[in-house]
């Protein structure tokens, strides 16, 4: 089987320059007011309503959307910009997140009318935030094994199962939720039958439980349904359609300079910390992790382009996150090994958070040893 596997060459132009100079000197005036402290993992960590709704203010929110529901009609690579200086710079943006990444593009693509006048402008100002539901207590990432169900009422649907891995569901205010809208032995196979919803994670029959993180610190919950309705008109999409709806949005997913930024803010840190003339050791691997770093950077913008031109890379998506988590999770590892506990508390602060963070890094989106079967098959080896 020929491979569909395709990386354009790619470079970002010149007009880009003008927002990422905007979005930089928005970042470098709120860490200078002491609005927050750059940290690591913070798209998924650092949930601040305040600073999202500012980002929302400045127009740095819905790049891409259509104007008519709020949104600025950029490019792709104009986001893509925005999205690498707020990674960066260690900013507190996981409120927006989910949201702006991929459940305003899903909404955008398959929503009806109400739903995108309902959600798509409040979207655009950081006014709301969404939160992902996939994933499932015993199905691993085996993500057509769900066993979530919604069962056709009057006026709407009744919802019933649990979601895991669920960020920030305890702040947020929607996910969009798949769910089987038609037993597998009657839909002819398990990649059928399924339907996307936008539940309100406020509903009656919503129970919200917290999935702690090593460190006690808690962004992941797991989410349990019991009759929860929702109205018709929040279906997303067409009834049965879930899968390819899925299979899409994982290209938002997976693709993103989040899946290599991830602990950028320590990887810069541990250059200033080894300093102007580092031993030849220190010079030798920061200096492959940082060719490394730029080399995921041209890949990750070739999907962006491919993204731009209305493609889903979704195989290209997912070799991106597995060598991307990969990095980021070694960086922490390069970082303990370069440099001696206590000399810099700051530095001891971010390899902290780091390591404590980095189990999780192979796990959203896809296990590595998931992704790499989904490359092995369309290079035609599996």
Known sequence: MASRLSFPDAALPSSTEEIRLRIRAFLEAEIAAGTYVPSCDTWLSGHDADFSRKLGANGFLGLTWPKQYGGHERSALDRFVVVEELLAHGAPIAAHWITDRQSGPGILKHGNDALKEELIPQMAAGEIYFSIGMSEPDSGSDLASIRSTATKVDGG?????????????????????????????????????????????RSSGVEVRPIRLLSGHHHFNEVVMTDVFVPD????????????????????????????????????????????????????????????????????????MSLDAGRLPVTEAALVKDLGTRLEGEIPEVARRLVAPGRIERFDQLVADSVLSAPGFTLRGGTNEILRGIVARELGVR
């Open 233 to 304: 008109h929040m279906m997303l999409g067409v009834e049965g359609n879930g899968w390819n709806q899925v299979v899409g949005e994982l290209a938002f997913e997976r693709s993103g300079p989040e899946r290599y930024l991830s602990t950028y803010p320590l990887l810069a840190a541990l250059i200033d910390a080894v300093g102007p003339e580092p031993s030849d050791e220190a010079a030798a691997e920061i200096g492959l992790l940082v060719a490394r770093l730029a080399g995921l950077r041209r890949l990750c913008v070739s999907v962006a």
């Open 157 to 201: 649907w009744l919802l019933n199962g649990t979601k895991v891995w669920t960020s920030q569901a305890h702040n947020n205010h929607y996910f969009i939720v798949l769910v089987r809208t038609q037993p597998i032995a009657e839909s002819g196979g398990k990649h059928n039958g399924m339907s996307q919803f936008v539940m309100d994670l």
